[in-house]
């Protein structure tokens, strides 16, 4: 099963973080526009996420709810008819809520540097550190915590749960 080593954390703003992240990449960043649809399950999270081309997946995974480097195991399955299984498992499981993002993706090795403009919350940056089947977490957690560094994020706030929390949070008060 698949895993990464996962830190999330607020940033200043996208247009900041961006020229840093580019640099480390080597590259240009991705933009991907996502919708994501969670649903209420007894273990983990289940998201159905939408893409702007049409695409979609679904995303079970585990994950701890920390601040700290965390270590995430998933389940990723290609969707023919997004509307469908959302109607289907909003009727089956409850929909807790949806997310709706800008996402700009580069990549570091095998870390995906994900910097996030979420609606309704504003701007993230999240790493995923891709294990190897031989890697220990302690390892990915090293590299999570050299890029924060490089990214000027040593400092930055931590966030411990998904951005469908933090709206949640935002709802209430």
């Not at 990449?25 to 159905?48: C, Y």
Request: hydrophobic residues 45%.
């Amino acid at each position: 099963m698949p895993r990464n080593i996962e830190i999330k954390a607020r940033i200043d703003s996208v247009a900041t973080l961006l020229p840093r992240a580019r640099a480390l990449a080597g590259g240009a960043p991705e933009l991907i526009v996502q919708d994501a649809s969670f649903f209420s399950v007894p273990h983990g999270r289940l998201k159905l996420r939408e893409f702007a081309d049409g695409s979609a997946e679904l995303i079970h995974y585990h994950r701890a709810d920390s601040v700290q480097a965390k270590a995430s195991d998933y389940v990723r399955v290609p969707v023919p008819d997004a509307a469908a299984l959302r109607h289907a498992l909003a009727r089956a499981c409850g929909l807790q809520g949806r997310v709706k993002k800008q996402r700009w993706l580069l990549m570091v090795d095998a870390t995906r540097i994900h910097v996030d403009c979420v609606e309704g919350l504003g701007d993230f940056m999240e790493l995923e550190v891709v294990l190897r089947e031989d890697q220990r977490d302690a390892e990915g957690s090293a590299i999570a915590e050299a890029l924060m560094h490089a990214l000027g994020l040593a400092d930055a706030e931590r966030l411990s749960g998904a951005y469908l929390d933090l709206l949640a949070a935002a709802r209430r008060t």
